[in-house]
């Protein structure tokens, strides 16, 4: 199944300021998208606009069959329907886990599925075991967030991510609240589920896991793209200055 | 009898009263007789004249006059709340009580009467079209308004079947006659005559029955004034200057003819009662007397508190969670609605809106019971506080919690749910419990409309005791106690659902029955 992704013209600005300035981006199914840039350059925003935790102000997402399309100053209507219909192809990770502290690992992976699918919850828990297992944490279902360390969490967070079986992974940092001895395990799981075919965008300041996994490399600065490249070209010989000079900060 | 109108919020003058009664507070003068009452009673006793609300009439305003010119000196009227007369007289705040004081045992432990200068009876009064109540005997499984703390509210109480309602004022008691809340109301002749007046729905039925008789109290220690009293009044029962006095009021009736008619005989045995009468109790006595105030207060008062408490806690903690939504998550007219209850209910008195919610409502057709109307007074009040609570509970939880469920699909409902209440109500449960332990305490005031509850079975009993230390020290420790199980209960809860320190997981969910494999294997 394709998970086209096309953004057109993605406009967004914070009280006046602008932060997306006419965004345009195409993802493929099955593509490992990196987006890297200087903080504050928008790229944690562009993720959130493409799972509807974010507003844009005008332009347009296209994801799969479902549009949000909005221009200068339109009502926000009947969004929310949409909103949520978008929600459900799209699998979103955060860079602080944002696990329920309440609930067991376990019942963290099937509660949206239950609620919100109507899964029944035998069904629910087996799917669970299975994913749980794939990350690595089949021996830590019944654990609390709390008894679990960084990885381990963003692990059960990717988990809880598959477990709606979204069409894209979107992934917001996911590594920079780790411990360096922790971050290989989760872009482990990443790697793997690009091999399983999974449409993947992350935003990272992981180069070498940009270097070595991603399809393809998006530079964002100052809320617009200016650099779009396989890593190869991205980071031997970048067109634009400001991504050399980011490239060169970084070596 | 027991003179109060408090129509209005009484307790809010309390302190005014308090305050206006401090001023009184000097060594009595020499030139004047400084004689205490309570000018918020109602008519024919003390009152503000209706033509200058400055200056205080009633029959017994004339009879200071007459006792000051017998005695040579200038009669001083003190206010004091009718309550306190008694304690007021102690601590020396005036020289005698003359304000429809019935004349019974218990007070007698603690003043000295004077000879009766007024008798009468207790009147039943019944709305027009009863035919059914005709004698005291009649009111057995009917409910009956008497005043506080007056020989009618004794007397009813030891029927069996009848049903009491003490009020703080007469006024209460024959609007709730006549609106139907009660079904007859036994008072004091002079103040059902006055009443009456104002209420042409109403009637009297039965005889005169059951005597009572005002004096006018002193100090134990002033025998010396006792005496003088004692003359004053047998002069102006001679001359015929207190029947006038009585006629004028319109109050002139045959029970004080016939006290002024006695004979010396049964005067004797009056005056010998009183010497019996003013013995004082071993602290042995006083003790067995505070055991025999436990069933009482425990029997009596204790259920009520609690019932009253946990009914308007569960109110006001299903209310509050509706409210704290609304005001967070509602559209705007919902949300400005629940802004605005929450602000008007906390921000006026729980008092007026128990007065209102009592007094008020059966105006609009509304009649509650008096349990309903407590449990919807504290509730509602309460619920205001419980939404910040709840409020303050569901803003703790960090932000990430709310995207993470709705990026899995969620509604904001389902996010809430299962997601954000969970957790916040957790972090609520110390200040619900606050909240419950005051309202508890809170209770209390509803002994205002009527509610006999703990609060109120202690000022009962330490009033007819003269007891207020004792009994009031008896009455907290049961509040306490009373508390500390929901104190514990709450503490458990906290610990249950802390989900941070839940060790060791896996034990917990099979004995949570969940069926899991168990970890590590």
């Known amino acids: 199944m394709s998970a086209h992704i096309s953004i057109e013209n993605l406009c967004k600005s914070f009280n006046g300021a602008p932060v997306l300035r006419n965004v345009n981006l195409e993802v493929k199914a099955s593509e490992l998208i990196v987006i890297i840039g200087p903080s504050g350059c928008g790229k944690s925003t562009l993720l959130r606009c493409m799972n509807g935790l974010e507003l844009f102000d005008s332009g347009k997402i296209c994801m799969g069959s479902i549009t949000l399309e909005r221009h200068e100053g339109s009502k926000t209507g009947d969004l929310n329907s949409r909103l949520r219909s978008l929600r459900e192809e799209v699998g979103m990770v955060f860079q602080s886990f944002n696990l329920f502290p309440h609930l067991t690992l376990i019942q963290n992976v099937t509660k949206a599925p239950v609620v919100v699918k109507g899964m029944d919850r035998k069904t629910a828990e087996e799917k669970a075991k299975e994913l749980l297992d794939k990350v690595g944490l089949g021996d830590r279902i019944d654990y609390y967030p709390s008894q679990l360390s960084g990885g381990q969490q963003q692990r059960g967070a990717i988990a809880r991510a598959l477990m709606m079986s979204p069409r894209v992974m979107l992934y917001d940092e996911p590594t920079s609240a780790l411990d360096p001895s922790l971050v290989n395990e989760v872009l482990q799981i990443m790697r793997k589920l690009d091999e399983d075919g999974l449409t993947q965008i992350v935003v990272t300041h992981e180069m070498r896991f940009a270097r070595d996994a991603a399809d393809r490399i998006i530079f964002l600065s100052e809320g617009e793209v200016v650099e779009d490249a396989g890593p190869e070209r991205f980071f031997t010989s970048p067109k634009d200055p400001r991504a050399r000079e980011f490239i060169r900060s970084y070596l | ?521």
């Open chain 2, 1 to 521: 009898m027991r003179l109060n109108d408090s129509h209005k919020a009484r307790l809010l003058f309390l302190a005014l009263a308090a305050f206006l009664s401090a001023q009184y507070i000097s060594a009595s003068a020499g030139g004047e007789l400084r004689w205490g009452g309570d000018s918020e009673g109602g008519e024919p006793y003390v009152f503000p004249s209706p033509r200058n609300p400055r200056e205080i009439v009633g029959f017994e305003v004339d009879l200071a006059g007459l006792l000051g010119r017998e005695l040579d000196r200038r009669a001083v009227f003190v206010q004091n709340q009718w309550d306190g007369l008694v304690a007021g007289l102690e601590r020396g705040n005036y020289d005698i009580v003359l304000n429809g004081l019935e004349v019974t045992e218990d007070r007698r432990r603690r003043v000295n009467f004077s000879i009766p200068y007024y008798a009468t009876y207790n009147q039943i009064s019944v709305r027009a079209g009863t035919d059914s109540i005709n004698s005291i005997a009649d009111l057995k499984g009917r409910t009956v308004g008497v005043l506080q703390n007056t020989p009618a509210q004794r007397l009813l109480e030891g029927e069996p079947g009848t049903k009491v309602r003490a009020y703080p004022g007469q006024i209460n008691a024959y609007d709730d006659l006549a609106n139907g809340r009660l079904d007859a109301v036994v008072m004091d002749w002079p103040i059902a005559i006055y009443c009456h007046k104002h209420y042409p729905g109403l009637k009297f039925v039965g005889r005169p029955s059951d005597l009572v008789q005002y004096a006018a109290a002193v100090r134990k220690e002033d025998t010396q004034l006792l005496g003088q009293l004692n003359d004053a009044l047998r002069k102006l029962i001679a001359s015929g200057e207190l029947r006038r006095i009585y006629e004028k009021w319109g109050i002139w009736n045959s029970e004080t003819e016939k006290l002024f008619s006695g004979d010396g005989a049964s005067q004797a045995a009056l005056e010998d009662y009183q010497e019996s009468a003013t013995r004082r109790l071993t602290l042995r006595e006083r003790l067995g007397q505070y055991i025999s105030y436990l069933p009482v207060l425990l029997v009596q008062g204790a259920p009520m508190t609690l019932t009253i408490s946990t009914l308007a806690m569960a109110l006001a903690v299903g209310l509050g969670l509706v409210l704290a939504l609304m005001n967070l998550y509602g559209p705007r007219p919902l949300a400005w609605m629940a802004r605005a209850y929450i602000e008007v209910m906390r921000g006026t008195p729980l008092l007026i809106q128990l007065y209102l919610i009592f007094y008020g409502l059966p105006n609009a057709g509304i009649r509650l019971s008096p349990l309903l109307a407590a449990v919807a007074g504290l509730g509602l009040n309460y619920a205001a506080y419980e939404a910040e609570n709840y409020r303050a509970g569901i803003q703790a939880i960090p932000r990430g919690q709310m995207e993470a469920a709705l990026s899995l699909g969620m509604t904001r409902a389902q996010a809430l749910r299962h997601i954000i209440l969970p957790q916040s109500l957790r972090l609520v449960i110390p200040p619900v419990t606050n909240d419950f332990i005051a309202l508890f305490k809170d209770s209390s005031i509803v002994s205002v409309i009527t509610m006999v509850e703990l609060t109120k079975v202690y000022g009962q009993l330490a009033s007819s005791n003269y007891d207020y230390i004792g009994i009031g020290i008896l009455t907290a420790g049961i509040y306490f106690l009373l508390g500390l199980p929901f104190i514990k209960l709450a503490r458990w809860a906290e610990n249950h659902f802390a989900f941070d320190k839940r060790v060791p997981a896996p034990a917990r969910r099979r004995w949570l029955g969940v069926g899991a494999k168990p970890a590590m294997d």
